[in-house]
């Protein structure tokens, strides 16, 4: 079975500072995504980066990027230049590939933004 | 990408009542779609797939006969809790699932049992 951890249940930072979310997982499968979700105060659960594990490019988005280390089994996500809108639950997730759309998520990281 | 809507966004019910939450995908055909629990501060747990025309498949742990899946349609899946009690109190989100990997949630239900 698919196992995702996230170690820091809290993390504050500075506007416009960076701050790294880390995120680890277990899996036997070769063919897989990962996903860091964003569920902010109105709890509608927003996706903000995809990485699929047959790439070696780290996926970016805007001031979002990640740090996949496959052979560690490492997901971690970067946010640069925070915003006060950032400030929310992020998850980490897998889904195993075929088309199953099954997503297992992390317990989550609490990220406040400081002004 | 899919839009998907809940209905009701809240709902109080009392002990022993059943209540039904509907999942929309209001512009797609959806042949899959999820329902996940959300305790406060928690993450989401996957209840259950939803497919259309089939019965749905529950994960380990779930009660099937306490929470009933109807995915009559392409664009309805609903979630009943049957017999609701307090610890049934919980935020329920369903998830419609695209592709080989595109999911779009729903902007959940908040469910209070007194």
């Known amino acids: 079975a698919q196992t995702v951890t996230q170690s820091q249940p809290e993390m504050s930072v500075q506007e416009a500072e960076t701050v790294t979310l880390s995120c680890t997982y277990d899996?036997?499968?070769?063919?897989?995504?990962l996903f860091w979700y964003k569920q902010p105060p109105s709890r509608q659960m927003i996706l903000v980066i995809r990485?699929?594990?047959?790439?070696?490019q780290n996926a970016t988005e805007n001031r979002f990027s990640v740090n996949f280390q496959k052979a560690a089994k490492s997901f971690s996500l970067k946010i640069s230049d925070s915003q006060l809108g950032d400030t929310a639950m992020y998850f980490c997730?897998?889904?195993?590939?075929?088309?199953?759309?099954?997503?297992?998520f992390g317990t989550g990281t609490l990220l406040a933004v400081q002004p | 990408g899919a839009v998907v809507s809940q209905h009701p966004s809240w709902v109080i019910c009392k002990s022993g009542t059943s209540v039904k939450i509907e999942c929309r995908s209001l512009d797609f055909q959806a042949t899959t779609m999820f329902w996940y629990r959300q305790f406060p501060k928690q993450s989401l747990m996957l209840m259950a797939t939803s497919n259309e025309g089939s019965k749905a498949t529950y994960e380990q742990g779930v009660e099937k006969d306490k929470f009933l899946i109807n995915h009559a349609s392409l664009t309805l899946s609903t979630l009943t809790v049957t017999s609701a009690h307090p610890e049934d109190s919980s935020f329920y989100i369903c998830s419609v699932g695209q592709g080989r990997y595109e999911q779009y949630f729903g902007p959940g239900t908040r469910l209070t049992v007194t």
């Open positions: 899996t036997s499968e070769s063919n897989y995504y």
């Open positions: 990485q699929e594990a047959y790439k070696q």
């Open positions: 997730a897998f889904m195993k590939g075929g088309a199953t759309n099954k997503l297992i």
